[in-house]
């Protein structure tokens, strides 16, 4: 495990994103997503892009999907693109309400230091918590309110 990103599914988290911002995304660039991110102009009530912005059921989705996208380039070295996707959560108009702002906040300081960690990690076990295994996944896009995962 340690290290090598195989466990995390990579491909899906990039094709769920080209889906909603509805082209192919710039993987070395994603600063240039192009697009309104928090859906106000979208149909956000619809099955296509329901998924993909911040709505009545998933008030944060948009900070909530960076979140966990940032640990898959973590977990594979690649901490200029964990920095990138962690950023993209900071441009939601609905950022200053979010209840896992510091854990994120977190994440940008310590990017290299998780890398290093899963690098250097022998088993799942010692490698840092991502955002999937943590008790906040699902709660970090649907939360309302007041609340943190620390």
Known sequence: MGGNGRNIPEDSIWKNLERCVGHTVDRDHLERLDGDQDGQTKDIGSKR??????????????????LH???VPTKRQ???RA???????KSSTTWASW????ILGDRMKSVDAR?????????????PKL???AGY???SCHQRGAGTGR
């Open 69 to 71: 996208f940032g640990d």
């Open 115 to 127: 890398a290093g960690q899963f690098r250097s990690a022998k088993t799942v076990t010692d490698e």
């Open 83 to 89: 920095h990138s996707a962690c950023a993209l959560a």
């Open 78 to 80: 690649e901490p200029c």
């Open 137 to 139: 996944f699902c709660v």
């Open 99 to 102: 209840p896992y702002a510091g």
């Open 131 to 133: 955002t999937a295994r």
């Open 49 to 66: 892009f329901r998924a993909c912005f911040n709505g009545d059921r998933a008030p944060h989705n948009l900070e909530g999907f960076f």
